[in-house]
């Protein structure tokens, strides 16, 4: 079996080190590791966004990451985006707009957004729907979701 | 995920050793959004994986001394779609990136690494063939260079032999008059597998005048397709929409698709067309307004 390697990122602005398998993903890292549960196994092949985590401020699919390739890395979880134990406008707009069901797929649906409006601080609806569309939902359907990334944009809470 | 070790040299000599390594079976990861799962669904078996991303060569995003463009192997598609410079000059190659995936797989995924994947539906290849960029290989004696045109060889096989490393795509200048433009046909409205795709590249003259035509299909045939009857109906004629037409009617003798859960071969050939003939007049706007 390949040897552990010692990894050191920075995760949720904390440096951190752990150690993993070569064959090892990011996701697993985070969740077995890391007891960072908040990105969440969906598919495990890159198809439904449930583990988006920001890797250097891009969104990624942490299952389709390797564990070593984080070395020197900024990682971003769900976790990283509360402060304080208050919860972000973004995650307050989702809970107030009932914009998950079952909640697998929300924190990827987060990280992607919170990427998006960093970028586009005001997306149209289309920009909104395109960005994530990398995120899958099978239980609530996309318009409440987009209704709360909308929210969010506006600094108003649903 | 099967178990292996991992390597990322720094550089391309370094790379090409590690790949030619007779006591391993490796691989090679740029973005990893194909091989990663390869190799967790075990339709791919390395002992070794080589990643490819830290060596500066396959990073580099830059114009060439002659005017082209410089595409590193391992450069992200987001990172592509991003420069103003490329969006504007090699427009057919940006129209593939941004669909490429979703957002998370762009922000991952290279053209390189969707060139040496080599299927049959790749949205980047088409938009490559069409404005002629050479794929630049490095080898454990030196480099060679191809047209990428010639660099997929059937469904998921490429003219790379063990350890040789794509380095770059390399594209020539893009002339003024000169456009192009990249679409696909998928049944959702994002990150689907085409049924059918298209390139097109249109260079006029100062009189308005088709001088150059290239048009690429995808995703019906074993590898990308050049329209070649299509092109050659289109050369001296003045660019208008039954032009065009004519020359979608063409473009689809060239494909012999498979029959499949996407699409007929008789979907698919019609697709051709219509991709045809909307890629050819986004192009010719796009060269009308390239002056």
Partial sequence: ?158 | MQDFDYAAPISTNDAVRLLSDPSQKSVVLAGGTDILVLLRERRRRATLVVDVKKIAELNELAMTAEGGLFLGAAVSCSRIYREAAIAQNYSALVDAVKIIGGWQIQSRATVGGNLCNASPAADSIPPLAIYDAVAEIATHSGRRQMPVAEFCTGVCKNVLARGELLVAIIFPPHPKLSGAAYQRFIPRNEMDIAVANAASYLELDKAGKIQKARIVLGAVAPTAVRASAAEESLVGQEPNEELFAIAGELAQQAASPIDDMRGTVEYRQHLCSVLSRRTLTIAAERAAANK
């Avoid at chain 1, 990122?9 to 969740?31: D, K, M, V």
């Avoid at chain 1, 598919?43 to 070593?68: I, Q």
């Fill in chain 1, 1 to 158: 079996m390949a040897k552990k390697q010692l990894i050191t990122a920075t995760i949720n602005g904390e440096q951190r080190e752990f150690a993993c398998e070569p064959r090892q993903s990011l996701l697993e890292a985070l969740r077995d590791g890391l007891q960072l549960t908040g990105a969440k196994e969906g598919c495990n092949n890159g198809n439904c966004g449930a583990c988006t985590v920001l890797l250097d401020g891009e969104p990624v699919v942490s299952c389709l990451v390797l564990a070593v390739e984080a070395e020197g890395a900024e990682i971003e979880t769900v976790e990283g985006i509360a402060a304080g134990g208050k919860l972000q406008p973004l995650q307050q707009c989702f809970l107030e707009g009932a914009a998950l069901q079952c909640g697998v797929c929300t924190p990827g649906f987060l990280m992607t957004t919170k990427a998006l409006l960093d970028r586009i601080p005001h997306p149209s609806e289309e920009e909104i729907r395109f960005q994530l569309a990398g995120n899958l939902c099978r239980c609530t359907g996309y318009d409440k979701i987009v209704r709360a990334v909308q929210a969010a944009a506006e600094g108003e809470q649903t």
